[in-house]
């Protein structure tokens, strides 16, 4: 979704991983998030070892938007079986939604169809990336 903190937390990463010299690349793809830009997203996905689906969880205004957008992407029957990571991105902002909410909201649970991970971030203070880190190489294509 747009202005979720997708390309700040790609620099975090990117950062992170120059400062461990063992950590093996990992190909990330920062998409637009802009509305009209959306219609792109699933070529991207097809292949990806991962997708991960970053949002402003200080933002709850979007959170139905990204509940139909983030389902409507997972529908695609090439992506089916490819593991989900939610990013509730920007905890360090008062009232926050937390893990439990953004699940309910993004309505998590019904997505039975691949592993579904969520995890609450900050790229900003640089909150739970090194877990985001371990979950991505984990994950990565080898
Ligand atoms: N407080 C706070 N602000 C953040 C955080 N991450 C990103 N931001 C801010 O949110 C705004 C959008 O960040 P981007 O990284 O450009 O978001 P994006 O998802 O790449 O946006 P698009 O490319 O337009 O879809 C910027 O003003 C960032 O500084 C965070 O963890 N906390
Ligand atoms: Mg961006």
Redesign the pocket.
């Known amino acids: 979704?747009?202005?979720?903190?997708?390309?700040?937390?790609?620099?975090v990463l990117t950062d992170n991983r120059f400062s461990e010299s063992m950590i093996p690349t990992l190909k990330v793809w920062?998409?637009?998030?802009?509305p009209r830009f959306r219609s792109i997203w699933e070529r991207y996905c097809v292949g990806v070892s991962a997708i991960v689906w970053?949002l402003?969880s200080?933002d709850r205004d979007t959170f139905p938007t990204a509940r139909a957008e983030l389902h409507a992407l997972l529908d695609k029957p090439e992506l089916r079986a490819i593991p989900l990571l939610v990013l509730a991105?920007?905890?360090?902002?008062d009232d926050h939604a937390t893990v439990d909410e953004v699940i309910k909201a993004l309505a998590l649970s019904t997505i039975t169809n691949r592993e579904v991970s969520c995890y609450s971030?900050?790229?900003?203070?640089s909150?739970n990336i090194d877990i985001t880190l371990a979950w991505l190489m984990k994950r990565a294509a080898h």
């Not at 979704?1 to 620099?11: E, F, R």
């Not at 920062?30 to 802009?34: F, I, K, N």
């Not at 971030?121 to 203070?125: G, N, Q, R």
Request: hydrophobic share 35%; proline share 0%.
């Open positions: 979704m747009q202005n979720a903190g997708k390309t700040s937390l790609v620099n920062d998409l637009a998030g802009q970053v402003d200080a991105n920007k905890n360090d902002l971030i900050s790229a900003k203070s909150r």
